[in-house]
């Protein structure tokens, strides 16, 4: 069914020409700010590993919502293994902190230019980023959140939830070791890597 044109509205909004001088973007109206600051926010916790904000500004089943969980906590996994491997190979980095622990005010917030465009449509929206990308929220009570139903790669939720599972499995183990102090080098922890892949092909 097409939605009735005189329900809908479809707004521009460039970003850029919208900063002020202080930084800040500012929203042509209500609808866009709270969209924009969902995208932002869900963004932000993804980035920082921050599970509780990237489910705050999104909506979703139960299935999607474990798919959201098992992607933030891989990714801590796979933080803490970057670390490891750095620390191994003297690298820098090894002395920054994991995203997990920078805390909210020292956070630095995704450029407002990513988003050129808002569409608004009834209780749906489409934010398309500067590379064409579409990010489709839907207004429920609370305001605007991410769609994680349309979020994420085309693959089957529970293909993802399985991946994302099984990823944290092998670098938990291959951290194990290390905490262990049995992975003295950083050829020995990226050989431990391709052990624990192998073993866990093998068991599916």
């Not at 999607?64 to 796979?78: F, M, P, S």
């Not at 190979?89 to 994991?98: D, K």
């Not at 920078?102 to 407002?112: I, L």
Request: charged fraction near 30%.
């Amino acid at each position: 069914m097409r939605s009735n044109p005189a329900v809908v509205v479809a707004k521009s909004v460039v970003l850029l020409a919208l900063f002020t001088c202080s930084g800040g973007a500012v929203a042509a109206h209500p609808e866009e700010a709270q969209i924009l600051d969902a995208y932002f926010n869900y963004v932000t916790g993804l980035g920082y590993r921050d599970a509780e904000l990237a489910k705050a500004n999104s909506v979703g089943n139960e299935l999607e919502t474990k798919v959201l969980e098992a992607g933030i906590a891989r990714d801590r996994d796979k933080d803490r293994l970057a670390k490891a491997l750095a620390k191994l190979q003297g690298a820098a980095s090894a002395s920054e902190p994991l995203k997990q622990d920078v805390k909210p005010g020292e956070r630095k917030p995704p450029p407002r230019a990513l988003i050129i465009n808002v569409r608004v449509d009834g209780e749906r929206a489409v934010a398309t980023t500067n590379s064409g990308t579409p990010i489709e929220l839907r207004k429920v009570t609370g305001g605007w959140k991410i769609d994680l139903a349309r979020w994420g790669p085309d693959r089957p939720k529970e293909q993802q939830l399985k991946e994302s599972q099984a990823a944290s499995e092998v670098i938990r183990a291959v951290l194990a070791k290390v905490d262990a102090g049995e992975v003295k080098t950083a050829d020995q922890l990226k050989a431990l890597i391709k052990e624990k892949e192998a073993e866990l092909k093998a068991k599916k």
